[in-house]
C-alpha cells in the first residue's frame, strides 16, 4: 500500500496548493504567482544539495527527452489549473480534472504496455459518468460563465493525465533532484519575462502564500513520485478522487462555497467508482498492469540506502 500511501499525501498537498492559488489569483496574475512558485523549489534544492551535498541524487538523467517532456507537461498542468481556478469553485474545477483516470489508463495502455484489468476500464467510465452528473446544472445552462474555467480544466487534466504517465516511465531513475530540479528550471525560466513584466509588489501574507506554494509543490510532487515507484500507473490513477474530498473542504472553509446536491451525487458516484477499482485491482489471480512493477519496492530501498532520497 506504499504507493497509493504516498498518492494519497500528494493529492492532499495538490489540494492545498490549489486552494492558495485560488486565493492568490484574486490579486495577481499567474505568471507572478508561478515565478515564485518555481524559484522556491529551486531555491530549496539547491540549498538541500549545499547543506547536505548529493541530496536527491545526480542531476543528469540517461532519459532527456522524457525528462523534458514531462516539464513542459508539469508547465502546463500548472498554469491550466491555475487559471481554472479564477473561473471555477474548487470542487467543479475537480471534477472536469476527474476526467485524468481515464486518459491515464488509455495513455498506460499506449505508451507503457499496460494491460489494465477489463473491470478497471469499467469503474473509470463510471466515474466518468459521476463527473457528468456533477456539472449537469453548468452543462444545461450553456456553460455561459464557466466555459473558459472548465476549458482550461480540461487542458490541465490532459497535462496532468501525461505527466501521470511519464513519471512511470522514469520509475527506475534513482533520487528526487532531477525530479525537482528540471520541471522547476523549465518553469521559472519560461515565467521569468512575463512574471517581471507584470510584477506587483505583494503584501507580506501574499508573498509568504507564494513561497509556501513552492515548498508544498515540491513535497507534492516528491510523493507523487514515490508513488510510481511502488505500484502501475492504472492502479494508482483511481486515487487521484481523494481530492474530491480536500476540494469541497477548501471551498467551505476559505471561500464559503457550498456544493449543490447534484455536485454531491457526483462526488458519490465517483468515490464509488474509486473504491470499487481498487478492490478489483487487488482480487487474486489479477494479471499485474505492469510486470515489472514489483521492482518498484526495490528502487525505493536502494535510493534510500545510497542517501539520494529525499
Not at 452528473?133 to 452543462?139: E, M, Q, S
Not at 501521470?164 to 523549465?186: S, T
Not at 512574471?195 to 507534492?220: E, S
Request: hydrophobic share 55%; aromatic share 10%; with cysteine.
Amino acid at each position: 500500500m506504499k504507493g497509493p500511501a504516498y498518492m494519497l499525501a500528494g493529492i492532499g498537498l495538490f489540494g492545498l496548493l490549489d486552494a492558495i492559488s485560488k486565493l492568490l489569483s484574486a490579486e495577481h496574475l499567474v505568471w507572478q504567482v508561478l515565478l515564485v512558485r518555481f524559484a522556491t523549489i529551486l531555491a530549496v534544492v539547491l540549498a538541500l544539495r549545499a547543506v547536505r551535498p548529493g541530496w536527491g541524487g545526480v542531476l543528469t538523467t540517461r532519459h532527456p527527452r522524457i525528462h523534458l517532456a514531462r516539464a513542459c507537461a508539469m508547465l502546463g498542468s500548472a498554469t491550466f489549473f491555475f487559471l481554472t481556478f479564477t473561473h471555477l469553485p474548487l470542487v467543479e474545477g475537480y471534477l472536469v480534472f476527474f476526467t485524468s483516470p481515464f486518459f491515464v489508463l488509455g495513455l498506460a495502455a499506449l505508451a507503457l504496455g499496460e494491460t489494465p484489468r477489463r473491470s478497471a476500464w469499467g469503474w473509470a467510465v463510471l466515474g466518468f459518468a459521476g463527473v457528468a452528473i456533477g456539472l449537469a446544472p453548468g452543462l444545461a445552462a450553456g456553460l455561459s460563465g464557466a466555459a473558459v474555467g472548465y476549458l482550461w480544466a480540461l487542458c490541465g487534466t490532459l497535462c496532468y493525465s501525461l505527466v501521470f504517465v511519464l513519471n512511470r516511465r522514469l520509475r527506475h531513475e534513482a533520487g528526487m533532484a532531477r525530479v525537482l530540479f528540471w520541471p522547476a528550471l523549465l518553469g521559472f525560466l519560461v515565467m521569468l519575462p512575463p512574471g517581471l513584466l507584470h510584477w506587483r509588489t505583494p503584501d507580506a501574507p501574499a508573498l509568504a502564500l507564494m513561497l509556501a506554494n513552492g515548498v508544498i509543490v515540491g513535497a507534492a510532487t516528491a510523493c507523487l513520485a514515490e508513488a510510481f515507484r511502488h505500484a502501475s500507473a492504472a492502479r494508482l490513477a483511481p486515487f487521484g478522487y481523494s481530492g474530491l474530498v480536500w476540494s469541497v473542504s477548501f471551498d467551505l472553509l476559505l471561500f464559503g462555497t457550498l456544493p449543490g446536491w447534484t455536485m454531491l451525487a457526483g462526488a458519490a458516484v465517483v468515490v464509488v467508482a474509486c473504491v470499487m477499482s481498487e478492490r478489483s485491482a487487488q482480487k487474486p489471480g489479477g494479471k499485474s498492469c505492469d510486470p515489472s512493477a514489483r521492482s518498484g519496492s526495490r528502487v525505493a530501498e536502494s535510493t534510500a540506502e545510497s542517501g539520494s532520497g529525499p
